[in-house]
């Protein structure tokens, strides 16, 4: 169970709303239980983009997935094809983008809303196609999984902090509370996650800007939190995390062997990381 991941992407967060107002999650830094990056996410900081970056470890300009419109699966290898290779499962709770990339593009609701099918590269899902749908049922969505399946590989994301944001902008009471209301919500998961002993990483996609919108270079579009829980993860904080090192730290984690994948040096603790790849 000790190499069980469980990856949290919180859509649209950037990095000051997620250390000012994830409540519970800055308390399990202050108990020692968690350690907080701040990250650059890569660009353009956008959402299917940066979704194909964190779970291939390739940036947007060489994977291709270079807009929200481009709707393929992709060419890449990704955490969850490496597991499926290594003979690991994976589920994911999350938009149907993720579902786009690496099962079956384009979605069909009726066909790919519920996934079960050890054929696909993402064998079990909850795919949603409504960015209002609630992160309350998301996470339900999730916790289903992880009991129905024991995936070595499960990825949570939620969806309201990105749509309050769209809606609101970044300096409002509306994008804060979005962030408080999932971080309440994250807090009737993560002790029990944190005893079943899952290394979890919480990060986002990309932030948010005062336009209602992101895509460009600002702090506030790339500034992204990166959240450590386990005993796997050095604590180290003077380290820099790079968005994507995240596909090769969990391919690390899962113990899948000869991925090629970039990780951070230092960040996981014995057994040594066996890959130091990083991109020029």
């Known amino acids: 169970m000790a190499n069980k991941v469980i990856l949290v992407v919180l859509d649209g967060l950037n990095y000051q709303t997620a250390n000012e107002c994830l409540g519970f999650v800055q308390a399990l830094r202050k108990e020692g239980q968690a350690t907080q990056y701040r990250m650059q996410c890569e660009l353009p900081s956008m959402s299917r983009p940066l979704y194909e970056t964190i779970l291939t470890g390739t940036r ?3 994977n291709g997935i270079v807009n929200n419109q481009i709707t393929r699966l992709s060419n890449q290898t990704s955490i969850f094809s490496l597991a ?8 994911a709770a999350a938009y149907h983008w993720v579902s ?15 996934t079960h099918d050890p054929s696909l590269t993402i064998p079990y899902g909850c795919f949603y196609h409504a960015d209002h749908y609630p992160d309350s049922h998301l996470l339900i ?12 590989f499960l990825l949570v994301h939620p969806m309201n902090i990105d749509d ?16 408080r209301h999932l971080d309440g919500e994250l807090s009737n998961y993560l002790p029990t996650w944190i005893a079943a002993g899952y290394q979890i990483i919480i990060t986002a996609d990309h932030g948010m800007n ?17 959240i450590t829980i386990g005993e796997r993860f050095s604590h180290d904080s003077a380290l820099t995390p790079a968005q994507t090192d995240i596909c090769g730290t969990i ?5 899948i062997a000869q991925h090629s994948k970039p990780v951070t040096q230092g960040l996981l603790t014995l057994p040594e990381v066996r890959h130091a790849v990083s991109y020029l």
């Open 100 to 114: 786009e990339l690496y099962n079956r593009t384009p979605y069909e609701p009726r066909r790919d809303r519920f």
């Open 210 to 226: 005062a336009d209602r919108s992101h895509g460009g270079i600002l702090p506030e579009e790339t500034e992204v939190p990166f």
């Open 251 to 255: 391919c690390e984690l899962l113990e």
């Open 84 to 91: 499926k290779q290594a003979g690991l499962t994976t589920a």
């Open 141 to 152: 969505d999730a916790e289903m999984l992880r009991r129905r399946h024991d995936p070595d």
């Open 164 to 179: 309050t944001g769209h809606r609101h902008g970044v300096d409002s009471s509306n994008y804060r509370n979005s962030a």
């Open 60 to 62: 947007p300009a060489v």
